[in-house]
């Protein structure tokens, strides 16, 4: 429970806690940087992890002079194409038999068949699609290397998707992070980054209610959230 309220406060509280860690850890911060973003695109176990709320905080923090916002979208760029590569050769060789996987605490097979479901829809397009929504963000490269996409395929998406995300939050946060009514209500405007990530779930979990209640057939689970 502590972890949870902790991980809760971080991402709240983003940009004060890597304005601490900038502080304490100088350069180093980079590296925190792309570790998070690769765990949170390259592991299942890690979708709870922040991704467009570091982005736009890390932009934020370039903006004010405590970083280098080219350092920092070279490192994210980096960490989120070889996270997805990652996680991507990881559904390759665990194969369709993950879908039988028990849940548990660090990973949800319901997320894994709605994430399924967003790539049998959008296809090879899903991989950049779901650079912007959370949970299936990490799950879409692993659900491709179950599915046998080709590398080179997935990789073009791969870089695509990542380069706009990262071209979308990072320079977000460094022109708007420090205007003062941003500044001084920094949780709420993570907040509404994270309601924004998800509403396009939302609203297919509510087209699939209505589709399956005209069909007359059980409503599916819930979508995921970050």
């Known amino acids: 429970m502590e972890q949870i309220q902790y991980l809760i406060d971080f991402v709240l509280h983003i940009n004060q806690h890597l304005d601490v860690l900038v502080r304490d850890y100088g350069v180093w911060v980079y590296l925190f940087l792309f570790q998070i973003v690769f765990c949170e695109t390259g592991l299942v176990v890690t979708p709870f992890l922040p991704g467009d709320s570091l982005l736009f905080a890390a932009g934020a923090l370039c903006g004010a002079g405590a970083l280098d916002v080219w350092a920092v979208m070279a490192v994210l760029l980096g ?30 097979p319901k997320h894994l068949e709605r994430t399924h479901a967003f790539s049998e829809k959008y296809g090879g397009k899903a991989i950049v699609f779901a650079r912007f ?17 080709t590398y080179v395929r997935f990789m073009l998406f791969n870089v695509g998707g990542a380069v706009a995300w990262v071209l979308c939050f990072v320079p977000a946060g460094y022109f708007f992070g420090n205007i003062p009514v941003v500044k001084k209500n920094f949780s709420l405007v993570i907040l509404i980054i994270i309601f924004v990530s998800l509403l396009p779930g939302v609203i297919e979990y509510m087209r699939h209610r209505r589709r399956q209640a005209k069909a007359g057939d059980p409503a599916p689970t819930s979508v995921g959230t970050e």
């Open 79 to 108: 960490a989120a194409i070889l996270g997805d590569t990652a996680n991507y050769w990881i559904g390759s060789w665990t194969g369709p038999k993950v879908f039988r996987w028990k849940a548990s605490f660090w990973f949800n």
């Open 133 to 149: 929504v959370p949970i299936v963000r990490t799950f879409a490269p692993f659900v491709a290397g179950i599915g046998r996409m």
